[in-house]
């Protein structure tokens, strides 16, 4: 019998999901809203499967994948969301996440996910996998393919670029991602010297010429 636990604040997504899972002969399915409770639930009962939500108050996803996995290395946590997750994806796979789902999947899908899952396969939506334009897909000149070893970005510098590119100041940037306008300020900084330039609008061809972000309509400012 294969065990799942589905960690969603949304009590309703958890239920629904719980009841599309169990109609599985093979398959039984918990949910806990809490993300904090997941912790003292692992510890009494074992799971095969994780679906945890990203976005969740007190440990969201990233940081719940970490704590599972300290408890137990084996576990196979899959990222159940609903919103596009390209931003958070390296942070996601240096967590130790084993695949994604999209709350807007099939039941089919939903089941084949959590089946390859436990063959231990990778599990990623095509649409995802197209995106994911990263530092080894990015350029394709030979003088960019010698320098894609050498620049990478965080998930905190791609959000601040792609603020960047809708021609805000930093201290809107600095609203908008909950950070200080020094820390911006930092990040843009760091942001310039691993790609070699000196302003805002350098910065982003650059780092959409790499494949180091998506691809943006860049404004002057």
């Known amino acids: 019998?294969?065990?799942?636990?589905?960690?969603?604040?949304?009590?309703?997504?958890?239920?629904?999901?719980?009841?599309?899972?169990?109609?599985?002969?093979?398959?039984?399915?918990?949910?806990?809203?809490?993300s904090e409770r997941v912790l003292e639930e692992i510890k009494k009962e074992k799971y095969e499967v994780y679906l945890v939500d990203l976005?969740?108050?007190?440990?969201?996803?990233?940081?719940?994948?970490?704590?599972?996995?300290?408890?137990?290395?084996?576990?196979?946590?899959?990222?159940?969301?609903?919103f596009d997750i390209p931003t958070h994806y390296n942070l996601l796979i240096e967590a130790g996440v084993s695949g994604f789902i999209s709350k807007t999947d099939t039941k089919e899908q939903l089941i084949t996910a959590i089946r390859c899952a436990?063959?231990?396969?990778?599990?990623?939506?095509?649409?995802?996998?197209?995106?994911?334009?990263?530092?080894?897909?990015?350029?394709?000149?030979?003088?960019?393919?010698?320098?894609?070893?050498?620049?990478?970005?965080?998930?905190?510098?791609?959000?601040?670029?792609?603020?960047?590119?809708?021609?805000?100041?930093?201290k809107a940037i600095a609203i908008n991602?909950?950070?200080?306008?020094?820390?911006?300020?930092?990040?843009?900084?760091?942001i310039f010297s691993k790609l070699g330039v000196s302003s805002r609008t350098e910065a982003l061809i650059k780092a959409k010429e790499f494949g180091l972000i998506s691809q943006l309509t860049i404004k002057n400012g």
């Not at 990233?62 to 196979?76: G, S, Y």
């Not at 991602?177 to 760091?190: A, C, G, P, V």
Request: cysteine-free; hydrophobic content about 40%; proline content about 4%.
């Open 118 to 170: 436990i063959r231990e396969e990778a599990v990623i939506p095509l649409r995802l996998l197209r995106q994911l334009r990263r530092v080894d897909t990015g350029p394709t000149t030979n003088e960019g393919i010698q320098n894609l070893g050498a620049i990478s970005l965080s998930s905190k510098e791609q959000q601040i670029l792609e603020q960047i590119s809708k021609g805000l100041t930093n």
């Open 55 to 82: 976005y969740m108050p007190k440990l969201n996803g990233i940081e719940l994948t970490k704590a599972i996995l300290q408890i137990n290395p084996d576990a196979i946590i899959l990222i159940y969301t609903g």
């Open 177 to 190: 991602l909950s950070m200080s306008q020094r820390t911006i300020e930092y990040n843009l900084t760091k």
């Open 1 to 34: 019998m294969i065990k799942v636990l589905i960690v969603d604040d949304h009590p309703a997504v958890g239920e629904g999901t719980k009841a599309i899972i169990e109609q599985e002969d093979d398959i039984q399915a918990n949910v806990i809203v809490d």
